[in-house]
Structures are given as structure tokens and as C-alpha cells.
């Protein structure tokens, strides 16, 4: 009712508006203009012209109050809520490698590692960055290498896990490394090295990678 009120009086001022613009621009009277040369014709259709005239200001006017008041907040709230749907981030719960890796950060390296076995279990092995921190906490930590190197085999052939050429080829990577800088053990590092070889060999980058690992291993013999 009170939106209906608020159109009736812009709709009334509309059109007061109107007719005094068009009586000021010469359409709303013909007063002053010769009036003894002008005849009742012409009068009735000067007047017929203003009665046109404020009639379409007038339903201009309703229509366009009828739109500002019922339909753009409509619009514009659809666009609000379109726009803040937009922008909405999404708060994800942690996953047991964000709390893993929280924890790796403050010390408490055992309970890190209960976490990244919890994500490998909950993913069947489908992320290899839980394996690598493992490693990773085994070596630095605790400086132990075979547990390291056990973690990375372990990993590597799991047996629900099906690897990209990406993480297949950084385990390989990884395990050669460990053997040659931490077990002396070239032999087993030329292995992992010339098994990337074998796997990819249509790929050239990875055979150079692997070519040069190779090299390197042959210098330090």
C-alpha cells in the first residue's frame, strides 16, 4: 500500500511537471501568439496536442516509477547476489596433508607422519607429495636414509596408486639421488636412472635428464 501511495504522488508530479515544461515551450496555451489570427481548428488542435502530450509524460512517467519501484531492487538484488556468489571463496575443511604438513611445522615430526599415512590411506595413494614428506621428515629428522628410501620404494610401487609420467619420473629421480648421495650405492642409482630411460624413452627430455644423471655417476667412479 505504501509503495502504491509513493507511485500515485511521483505519478501526479510527473505530470504536473510535464504540462508546465510544455506550457513554458508554447504547447501548453496559445495566448499571446496572434490570437486574432488563430481559429477554433487550430485552437482545439493546439489543445489536442497538449492533451497528447501530457498523456504520453504521464505514461512515461508511470512506467518508469512502476520500474524503479517494483523491478530494478528485484534487479539489483539478483545482481547482488550473482556478484557475491561470484566472489565467494570457498572455505575447504583442512585435509589430513594440510594438518600433516601443520604439524611438520611445529616440531612434532611423529605426529606428522601418523597424518600423512591417514591422507595416503583416505586417497589410496593418489597425491605423491604425502610420500616425499615422509621421506623427507625421515631423512632431515631423523637422518635416517633407508627409512627414507623404504618410504620413496614403498610409494612408488603402491600397489592402488597409478602414477603419472611426472611423479613417476621424480621417485626415480629421488631414489637415485638418495642411493648416490646417501648410501654410496652407484650401482642402484644407475638402475633408477636408466629406468627412466626405459619407461620414457620416447621422451627426449627425460632420457637427457637421465643421460646426464648417468654422466655424473660415471665421473664419481
Given at each position: 500500500?505504501?509503495?502504491?501511495?509513493?507511485?500515485?504522488?511521483?505519478?501526479?508530479?510527473?505530470?504536473?511537471?510535464?504540462?508546465?515544461?510544455?506550457?513554458?515551450?508554447?504547447?501548453?496555451?496559445?495566448?499571446?501568439?496572434?490570437?486574432?489570427?488563430?481559429?477554433?481548428?487550430?485552437?482545439?488542435?493546439?489543445?489536442?496536442?497538449?492533451?497528447?502530450?501530457?498523456?504520453?509524460?504521464?505514461?512515461?512517467?508511470?512506467?518508469?516509477?512502476?520500474?524503479?519501484?517494483?523491478?530494478?531492487?528485484?534487479?539489483?538484488?539478483?545482481?547482488?547476489?550473482?556478484?557475491?556468489?561470484?566472489?565467494?571463496?570457498?572455505?575447504?575443511?583442512?585435509?589430513?596433508?594440510?594438518?600433516?604438513?601443520?604439524?611438520?611445522?611445529?616440531?612434532?615430526?611423529?605426529?606428522?607422519?601418523?597424518?600423512?599415512?591417514?591422507?595416503?590411506?583416505?586417497?589410496?595413494?593418489?597425491?605423491?607429495?604425502?610420500?616425499?614428506?615422509?621421506?623427507?621428515?625421515?631423512?632431515?629428522?631423523f637422518n635416517d636414509a633407508d627409512s627414507a628410501i623404504s618410504t620413496l620404494l614403498e610409494g612408488w610401487e603402491y600397489e592402488d596408486a597409478e602414477w603419472e609420467m611426472d611423479d613417476d619420473v621424480n621417485f626415480m629421480f629421488r631414489l637415485g639421488e638418495l642411493y648416490q648421495e646417501q648410501k654410496e650405492d652407484k650401482e642402484s642409482a644407475a638402475e633408477m636412472y636408466q629406468e627412466v630411460m626405459k619407461r620414457y624413452e620416447d621422451n627426449?627430455?627425460?632420457?637427457?635428464?637421465?643421460?646426464?644423471?648417468?654422466?655424473?655417476?660415471?665421473?664419481?667412479?
Amino acid at each position: 500500500m505504501k509503495g502504491f501511495l509513493i507511485t500515485a504522488v511521483i505519478c501526479v508530479f510527473v505530470a504536473i511537471a510535464g504540462y508546465i515544461a510544455l506550457s513554458f515551450m508554447g504547447l501548453g496555451s496559445v495566448e499571446g501568439v496572434g490570437d486574432e489570427n488563430i481559429n477554433p481548428a487550430q485552437l482545439e488542435g493546439a489543445d489536442g496536442m497538449v492533451r497528447q502530450l501530457v498523456t504520453s509524460v504521464v505514461v512515461a512517467g508511470v512506467l518508469g516509477v512502476l520500474f524503479v519501484v517494483f523491478i530494478l531492487p528485484k534487479i539489483a538484488e539478483k545482481f547482488a547476489q550473482f556478484t557475491y556468489s561470484q566472489n565467494e571463496i570457498p572455505h575447504d575443511e583442512p585435509t589430513k596433508l594440510d594438518k600433516g604438513r601443520s604439524l611438520l611445522l611445529q616440531g612434532n615430526f611423529e605426529e606428522a607422519i601418523i597424518h600423512f599415512r591417514e591422507f595416503i590411506d583416505e586417497t589410496e595413494s593418489q597425491d605423491r607429495m604425502a610420500w616425499v614428506e615422509i621421506a623427507n621428515i625421515q631423512l632431515d629428522e631423523f637422518n635416517d636414509a633407508d627409512s627414507a628410501i623404504s618410504t620413496l620404494l614403498e610409494g612408488w610401487e603402491y600397489e592402488d596408486a597409478e602414477w603419472e609420467m611426472d611423479d613417476d619420473v621424480n621417485f626415480m629421480f629421488r631414489l637415485g639421488e638418495l642411493y648416490q648421495e646417501q648410501k654410496e650405492d652407484k650401482e642402484s642409482a644407475a638402475e633408477m636412472y636408466q629406468e627412466v630411460m626405459k619407461r620414457y624413452e620416447d621422451n627426449e627430455y627425460q632420457v637427457n635428464r637421465a643421460n646426464k644423471a648417468l654422466m655424473e655417476l660415471e665421473k664419481e667412479a
